[in-house]
C-alpha cells in the first residue's frame, strides 16, 4: 500500500499528528521540527527504531523529501508557513487557526489555488462523534432544513496556562482578541450544514482576575452570532470561563439534535441526543433517541487526542492525498467560513456591536478589497493596523505576572 510522506512542525501540539503518521497504515512518518532540542529528544526516545529525521531549522526541514507537511506550530503563524510548504511542492494539514489577518487569507487562498497542493483544515471538533453524526443525519435530511444552531467551546485553561505559554509576554495566547480562537465552536456547524456565513454581531465578555493572574489581556469570551445563507442562525461561544463545555445542538425543519452536556455525565460529545417527529424519515414511534455514534474506522481512534478526532481528521487528510474520494477534509474555503465569523465579530465588538458583512472569499473580485488588511493584535504583523487585544483598550500586564508564570512552567520542566 502507497504510504504518504509526512513532516510535523511542532513537536508539542503535534504530538497526536506524530503519532498517527508514525503508526497509521496509509502514512509513514519522515521529520520533526521543532526550535526544542528537548522536545525532538522526547521523540526520539518513543522512536529509536524509525528513520525519521529531526530539525532544529524550518529552512532545512522544508528540503525533506517529503509529501505533506503538518503545521502545529503556533496558531498565529500557520498561513505563512502554510504557503512556504505548498511552493515547495507540499501538500499541507493546518492547525487552528488557518490565517491571523484578511490579508493571509487572501494570499493563502491564491496559494491553494495556485499550487494546486491539498489544503487540510484541522478542525477536529468537526469529527467528535456527536458533531459528525448531526452532520450525517443534516446531510440525509432526517432533521430538515437548517433554521438554529449552538457551539460552544468553554475550557478554563489558568491550570495549564504555564505550559502553554511559559510566561512568555509575547505569546499569542497573551495576545489574541476574545473572538479569535473561534473554530472549535462554529465549525461543527459550518461543517453540519456546509452552509456559508453571511454576517455577524460580536459580543466579549468581562475581563476577569483568571486573565489577570494568567497575563492575558483579552476578555474571558467571546460570542458571535453569525447568519447563514439560508436565513438560519448560529450561537457560538467560546473563552475561558470558569468550568468547561464542549457542546453543541441543531435545529432543522424535522426535529432537533444535540450532545450531552458535561455535566450529564454521559459521556458529553460521545453521545448523541435526536429528538424527530413523523416527518422525519428517520421516525420510528419514539421522539426521542439517545445512543453513541460510531464513527468510520473508530476503534483505530482510540488513544489519539480530543477524543479520537485527531484520528479523524489525519485519517481523511492521507486519504485525500492517496485519491480516495470519500476522504472528508475541511478545504481552505471551509476553514475561512469557520474563522472569518469570529475575526468580523471582534470588529463588530470594537464598533459598538454592529453587525458586520462576512467576506465571501471564493469570489476573486471580493478579494481585492482585503488584499491590503492587515489588521490583528500581533504588532509584528499588523503594521499600522494595530488592534487593542481588548475592546477598552490593550492593557498593561505587570512583568510580575509573566515571571511567576514563568518560574511555574521551569518548576514543572525540572520535574520531567
Known amino acids: 500500500m502507497k504510504k504518504v510522506k509526512i513532516g510535523v512542525v511542532g513537536a508539542a501540539r503535534g504530538t497526536s499528528m506524530i503519532k498517527y503518521s508514525a503508526e497509521a497504515n496509509n502514512t509513514e512518518l519522515v521529520a520533526i ?45 500557520h498561513a505563512p508557513f ?116 453571511v454576517s455577524v454581531v460580536g459580543f466579549e465578555g468581562i475581563r476577569t482576575e483568571r486573565d489577570m493572574r494568567c497575563g492575558a489581556k483579552k476578555a474571558s469570551l467571546g460570542m458571535e452570532v453569525i447568519t447563514l445563507e439560508n436565513g438560519g442562525i448560529v450561537k457560538s461561544i467560546h473563552g475561558d470561563l470558569y468550568k468547561g463545555s464542549i457542546w453543541y445542538s441543531v435545529y432543522g425543519g424535522k426535529g432537533r439534535a444535540e450532545s450531552s452536556r458535561e455535566d450529564a455525565e454521559c459521556d458529553g460529545v460521545q453521545t448523541i441526543h435526536v429528538n424527530v417527529d413523523e416527518f422525519s424519515g428517520q421516525y420510528d414511534g419514539k421522539h426521542l433517541s439517545t445512543y453513541k455514534p460510531e464513527m468510520a474506522v473508530d476503534g483505530e481512534g482510540k488513544g489519539f487526542g480530543h477524543g479520537g478526532s485527531d484520528f479523524h481528521t489525519m485519517y481523511n487528510f492521507a486519504e485525500k492525498i492517496l485519491g480516495n474520494p470519500e476522504a472528508d477534509i475541511i478545504d481552505v474555503y471551509e476553514a475561512m467560513d469557520m474563522f472569518l465569523p469570529g475575526m468580523f465579530a471582534y470588529r463588530s465588538v470594537l464598533a459598538g456591536n454592529m453587525p458586520m458583512q462576512i467576506p465571501n472569499l471564493r469570489d476573486p473580485a471580493e478579494r481585492e478589497k482585503w488584499r491590503n488588511d492587515t489588521a490583528c493584535t500581533d504588532p509584528k504583523v499588523a503594521g499600522d493596523q494595530l488592534l487593542p487585544v481588548w475592546s477598552k483598550g490593550t492593557p498593561d500586564v505587570p512583568a510580575a505576572v509573566y515571571e511567576h508564570i514563568r518560574s511555574i512552567w521551569e518548576e514543572d520542566q525540572k520535574k520531567k
Open 33 to 77: 521540527c521543532d526550535i526544542r532540542e528537548d522536545l525532538l529528544n522526547k521523540h526520539r526516545e518513543k522512536y529509536p527504531d524509525k528513520e525519521i529525521a529531526y530539525y532544529t531549522d524550518f529552512e532545512t526541514f522544508l528540503n525533506h523529501d517529503m509529501d505533506a507537511v503538518v503545521l502545529a506550530n503556533y496558531a498565529n503563524e
Open 82 to 197: 502554510a504557503i512556504r510548504c505548498m511552493k515547495a511542492g507540499k501538500h499541507v494539514f493546518s492547525e487552528v487557526l488557518p490565517v491571523q489577518t484578511m490579508k493571509e487569507a487572501v494570499e493563502l487562498i491564491e496559494c491553494v489555488e495556485q499550487t494546486g497542493k491539498i489544503y487540510a483544515y484541522g478542525e477536529n471538533y468537526c469529527y467528535m462523534p456527536a458533531p459528525y453524526e448531526m452532520r450525517r443525519l443534516y446531510r440525509e435530511g432526517v432533521l430538515g432544513e437548517f433554521e438554529y444552531g449552538e457551539g460552544e467551546y468553554i475550557h478554563n485553561c489558568e491550570p495549564i496556562w504555564p505550559g502553554i505559554t511559559y510566561g512568555d509576554p509575547d505569546h499569542w495566547r497573551n495576545n489574541m482578541y476574545a473572538n479569535f480562537y473561534c473554530t472549535h465552536s462554529i465549525g461543527p456547524l459550518i461543517h453540519i450544514t456546509g452552509l456559508r456565513p
